[in-house]
T-cell receptor
Framework: EAGVTQSPTHLIKTRGQQATLRCSPISGHTSVYWYQQALGLGLQFLLWYDEGEERNRGNFPPRFSGRQFPNYSSELNVNALELEDSALYLC?????????????FGSGTRLTVV | GEDVEQSLFLSVREGDSSVINCTYTDSSSTYLYWYKQEPGAGLQLLTYIFSNMDMKQDQRLTVLLNKKDKHLSLRIADTQTGDSAIYFCADPVKLIFGQGTELSVKP
């Protein structure tokens, strides 16, 4: 069974540009979560999608947005990039949005803003 | 707001026991999770504990939960160099993770 896949692995952007990160969940998983892991800050929850709908959102500005497609894959878009957006962005999927099932994480996209 | 806190670093000698601690401000979760992140990898679910349990043992891992003190710990017996990683405690309902504890195991 393929795990959670994220692309690209690395992304370098200039301040002010837009970045698009992609995530494909494990087959059968309907929930996708996005996290930001900035240096020294641990994991910060960004967004949760389930069945194509945004279910919850972390404390991030509106320039962080995303969507979930009918095949449950997801995109995270970051507009007007700032230097402090440089981080590892992790995607996780779960079978459904309820408790009782652990997340499976992808290996992440390393975003560097210069 | 809701918070989960961990100490940032722990260094032990190979063969010793490691204890990684986590405190949280509130939890109505059915489960609390421990994740492991090896260098360059995503997070891997290590173990979990039901909120109505005090202790769970899984091979070399022991999870202790003190709901009164809102304290969760992960004990790794006979720590090996391959256990070197960052360990996160997590509240899956609140979608909150601790900052992670970097465990360094010295031979």
């Amino acid at each position: 069974e393929a795990g959670v896949t994220q692309s690209p692995t690395h992304l370098i952007k200039t301040r002010g540009q837009q970045a698009t990160l992609r995530c494909s969940p494990i087959s059968g998983h309907t929930s996708v979560y996005w996290y930001q892991q900035a240096l020294g800050l641990g994991l910060q929850f960004l967004l949760w999608y389930d069945e194509g709908e945004e279910r919850n959102r972390g404390n991030f500005p509106p320039r962080f947005s995303g969507r979930q497609f009918p095949n449950y894959s997801s995109e995270l878009n970051v507009n007007a990039l700032e230097l402090e957006d440089s981080a590892l962005y992790l995607c996780a999927s779960r079978r459904d949005g309820s408790q009782g099932y652990g997340y499976t994480f992808g290996s992440g996209t390393r975003l560097t803003v210069v | 707001g809701e918070d989960v806190e961990q100490s940032l670093f722990l260094s032990v000698r190979e063969g010793d026991s490691s204890v990684i601690n986590c405190t949280y401000t509130d939890s109505s979760s059915t489960y609390l999770y421990w994740y492991k992140q090896e260098p360059g990898a995503g997070l891997q679910l290590l173990t979990y504990i039901f909120s109505n349990m005090d202790m769970k043992q899984d091979q070399r891992l022991t999870v202790l939960l003190n709901k009164k003190d809102k304290h969760l710990s992960l004990r790794i017996a006979d720590t090996q160099t391959g256990d070197s990683a960052i360990y996160f405690c997590a509240d899956p309902v609140k979608l909150i993770f601790g900052q992670g504890t970097e465990l360094s195991v010295k031979p």
